[in-house]
């Protein structure tokens, strides 16, 4: 299977800064979209920003302007640049990725894949 594995979270006061990464390894693959969803303490997951492998971008209103979207296809990881925090940034962010699975040349399939999600804790 396709595994992605978040890292950069952390604590931060608000108004600061953090980088998190996402990195896809596995068999065989191509990845087509990818992007960054949150999950804040007592509320539903929503997705905070979303990329095509073109470099097409898309945010959620409450972070657009403050968070950047990127990504490294040669080493299949993406990242969130997120600049003047907000306590209610605060959430879990986990990193979504839809593509193919290659690893059977004459059957490939489509998959989608989730992190185990990183902490972000932005304190007033």
């Known amino acids: 299977q396709v595994r992605l594995v978040e890292s950069g979270g952390g604590l931060v006061r608000a108004g600061g800064s953090l980088r998190l990464s996402c990195a896809a390894s596995g068999s065989r693959f191509r990845i087509n979209d990818m992007g960054w969803y949150r999950q804040p303490p007592g509320k539903q997951r929503e997705l905070v920003a979303g990329?095509?492998?073109?470099?097409?971008?898309n945010y959620a209103h409450s972070v657009k302007g403050r968070f950047t979207i990127s990504r490294d296809n040669g080493k299949n990881t993406v990242f969130l640049q997120m600049e003047s925090l907000k306590p209610e940034d605060t959430a879990v962010y986990y990193c979504?990725?839809?593509?193919?699975?290659?690893?059977?040349?004459?059957?490939?399939?489509?998959?989608?894949?989730w992190g185990q999600g990183t902490q972000v804790t932005v304190s007033s």
């Open positions: 979504n990725a839809e593509g193919v699975d290659l690893m059977r040349w004459d059957q490939p399939s489509p998959f989608e894949s």
């Open positions: 990329i095509t492998s073109g470099g097409t971008t």
